[in-house]
């Protein structure tokens, strides 16, 4: 399938796969892209030489292009913003935040910036900066999350920019590809199926609430501090929003999820964790290679496309 996206990245599927902290490591940003889609190895808050050994490591896995996440509001955006330089990643994408103050030194080094967005201004303003291509994410989106949905919000951003983009949020299968491309995208990010790769390196914890999950099984929390995040309803993450109700302040809600995705993906701590995911979480239901994951989401969206 030849998309804007697959002769931008060079790589046989219009996929990336979702840069999540504490998930997105060195084995599933690999076989995603062993498999023909784009892999990502996502920084978070991990110190630069950590994420330097990943890119390694990863590339001791493929000779595929992967790429880096940097979420913008971290300590370490300006760290992991060098390490990008330094390491000749394929591309870069970003979140939480403007990457204009590094645009211009990626470009300078031959790396494509792949910018998320929540709006059509602020795509435009990233078209404006020099952005190769932009993820129109969704509220339907594990993480942190927009207001606007998928369905509402591609079309305007496809409308409104020349530069490719990129669907996200509420994607898990083959008809879901199909409808963003005719939305207007020209590819997809996918999350929330990866949690259930093989590669994927997860608690058991974790993948086993992911697979549990029906569609009413998500939650977002923290609305009111400006960075709602969505992820598995838990004892935890509804003590969260009933903490909300009762007045706690940003700060005190800060304290509470402090450290909450390690405890989730490392530890698959259920009391105190963050498992996050979108809200297509039902429609995860096996264990499976990244590599079947991706071709069977391709095999269908063709069938789908097919029959239009």
Same mark, same amino acid.
Request: aromatic share 4%; charged share 20%.
């Given at each position: 399938m030849k998309t804007k996206l697959t002769e931008l #990245? /060079?790589?046989?599927?219009?996929? #990336?796969?979702?840069?999540m902290a504490w998930v997105a490591e060195? =084995? #599933? $940003? !690999? !076989?995603?892209? /062993? $498999?023909?889609g784009a892999g990502i190895i996502a920084g978070g808050n991990a110190p630069a030489e950590v994420i330097r050994e990943e890119i390694k490591k990863a590339r001791a896995l493929t000779d595929k292009p992967f790429g880096l996440n940097i979420m913008l509001m971290s300590p370490?955006? @300006? @760290? #992991? !913003? =060098?390490v990008v330089i330094e390491e000749k990643v394929a591309f870069v994408t970003t979140g939480a935040g403007n990457p204009g103050k590094f645009m211009e030194q990626w470009k300078a080094a031959g790396i494509k910036v792949i910018p998320v967005v929540p709006s059509v201004a602020l795509a435009k303003r990233m078209e404006r900066s020099g952005a190769d291509a932009v993820i129109a994410e969704g509220m339907e989106s594990g993480g942190h999350i927009g207001e606007n949905t998928t369905m509402c919000l591609v079309p305007q951003v496809a409308d409104a920019v020349s530069i490719p983009v990129i669907a996200a949020g509420g994607i898990a299968d083959g008809r879901g590809i199909a409808a963003s491309l005719m939305l207007g995208a020209e590819g997809v990010q996918v999350g929330t199926m990866f949690l259930a790769a093989e590669e994927c390196q997860i608690h058991a914890n974790y993948k086993e609430l992911v697979l549990k999950a029906k569609d009413t099984d998500t939650i977002v929390t923290g609305r009111f501090t400006g960075h709602p995040c969505r992820g598995v309803k838990t004892k935890f993450s509804r003590g969260l929003v009933q903490a909300e109700k009762d007045g706690i302040s940003p700060e005190e809600f800060e304290n509470m999820t402090v450290g909450g995705l390690r405890k989730a993906a490392v530890d698959g701590n259920i009391e105190e964790g963050s498992f996050l995911c979108g809200a297509i979480a039902g429609m995860v239901n096996k264990i499976m290679p990244a590599g079947e994951i991706l071709e069977e989401m391709f095999k269908q969206a063709e069938k789908c496309l097919k029959g239009v």
């Amino acid at each position: 399938m030849k998309t804007k996206l697959t002769e931008l #990245l /060079n790589i046989r599927y219009p996929l #990336l796969q979702g840069g999540m902290a504490w998930v997105a490591e060195h =084995k #599933l $940003a !690999a !076989a995603v892209s /062993n $498999a023909g889609g784009a892999g990502i190895i996502a920084g978070g808050n991990a110190p630069a030489e950590v994420i330097r050994e990943e890119i390694k490591k990863a590339r001791a896995l493929t000779d595929k292009p992967f790429g880096l996440n940097i979420m913008l509001m971290s300590p370490n955006a @300006e @760290e #992991l !913003a =060098k390490v990008v330089i330094e390491e000749k990643v394929a591309f870069v994408t970003t979140g939480a935040g403007n990457p204009g103050k590094f645009m211009e030194q990626w470009k300078a080094a031959g790396i494509k910036v792949i910018p998320v967005v929540p709006s059509v201004a602020l795509a435009k303003r990233m078209e404006r900066s020099g952005a190769d291509a932009v993820i129109a994410e969704g509220m339907e989106s594990g993480g942190h999350i927009g207001e606007n949905t998928t369905m509402c919000l591609v079309p305007q951003v496809a409308d409104a920019v020349s530069i490719p983009v990129i669907a996200a949020g509420g994607i898990a299968d083959g008809r879901g590809i199909a409808a963003s491309l005719m939305l207007g995208a020209e590819g997809v990010q996918v999350g929330t199926m990866f949690l259930a790769a093989e590669e994927c390196q997860i608690h058991a914890n974790y993948k086993e609430l992911v697979l549990k999950a029906k569609d009413t099984d998500t939650i977002v929390t923290g609305r009111f501090t400006g960075h709602p995040c969505r992820g598995v309803k838990t004892k935890f993450s509804r003590g969260l929003v009933q903490a909300e109700k009762d007045g706690i302040s940003p700060e005190e809600f800060e304290n509470m999820t402090v450290g909450g995705l390690r405890k989730a993906a490392v530890d698959g701590n259920i009391e105190e964790g963050s498992f996050l995911c979108g809200a297509i979480a039902g429609m995860v239901n096996k264990i499976m290679p990244a590599g079947e994951i991706l071709e069977e989401m391709f095999k269908q969206a063709e069938k789908c496309l097919k029959g239009v």
